[in-house]
């Protein structure tokens, strides 16, 4: 039987706090994104949330979106577990690991009409992305929709960047110092802690032995080169936040 936890909100908040520690400008990449599938789409959308974790972009799209056909994919079985016991039957869970190109074969549908995607993708190295994106513009229909938000510093302001990102840390050590949000290493400590997903957290040690993150974080020039490698007719920034970006690509 698959595991829930005793609260999914109570995860969901302290995830978003943790998450908005690193982007306070988070609530509105979502926002854009979620705009640029109600602008492709006439009808309640299929969307895939890719590498989406706690669920935190399906669940706000299902509230923008009621009639939205959802998958979420991931492989954290952590962040699985909340997404599980957060979206219960208003979405698809798909546990695959973006590494191996099989994961195309997990998912219930072809033919999806957005893939959206939010600081997730910079783990992958840079020629597993190149592919990847190839990969991604195949289960999307024919005028279908793939954003991409993460870090992509723009190295034409290189002093602002170091500036924006100064500021923004000492924001951030300011919050966690009042208690406001749990730090990254906090957050997993609770989680490792609590009865449910502490299991988990062991699990989550063998499906990323060194970690995460591999911190590939090219600027948007790199992305849109190869998304037009990768085949999509279309591609562009669709918001830009500082430091962050989200580029769009249309098959």
Not at 213 to 235: I, K, M, N, Q
């Amino acid at each position: 039987m698959t595991p829930y936890v005793a609260d999914p909100g109570a995860w969901q908040e302290s995830w978003d706090l943790q998450q908005s520690a690193f982007m306070p400008d988070r609530e509105h990449r979502i926002a854009a994104m979620i705009d640029a599938v109600e602008a492709v789409t006439e009808n309640p959308p299929r969307v895939l949330d890719l590498a989406g974790g706690t669920g935190s972009i399906a669940l706000r799209v299902l509230r923008r979106l009621p009639g939205a056909q959802v998958t979420l994919l991931d492989v954290d079985p952590v962040l699985l577990c909340i997404a599980r016991a957060s979206l219960r039957d208003r979405a698809q869970i798909v546990t695959a690991d973006l590494r191996d190109p099989a994961w195309t074969g997990a998912l219930p549908h072809a033919g999806y009409d957005a893939v959206l995607a939010a600081t997730a993708l910079h783990w992958l190295p840079a020629e597993r992305l190149r592919v990847l994106y190839g990969e991604i513009r195949t289960v999307l229909r024919p005028g279908g929709l793939l954003v991409n938000a993460d870090h992509m510093p723009d190295p034409q302001l290189p002093g602002l960047t170091k500036q924006l990102v100064a500021s923004a840390d000492a924001r951030r050590d300011a919050r966690y110092a009042a208690g406001a949000a749990p730090t990254w290493s906090a957050w997993w400590d609770l989680a490792a802690a609590d009865p449910v997903l502490g299991p988990l957290a062991a699990d989550r040690a063998v499906v990323h032995p060194k970690g995460a993150s591999a911190e590939f974080l090219p600027p948007v020039s790199w992305h849109l080169e190869a998304l037009r490698d990768a085949g999509f007719t279309e591609s562009g920034t669709l918001w830009r936040g500082g430091p962050d970006a989200a580029v769009a690509a249309v098959r």
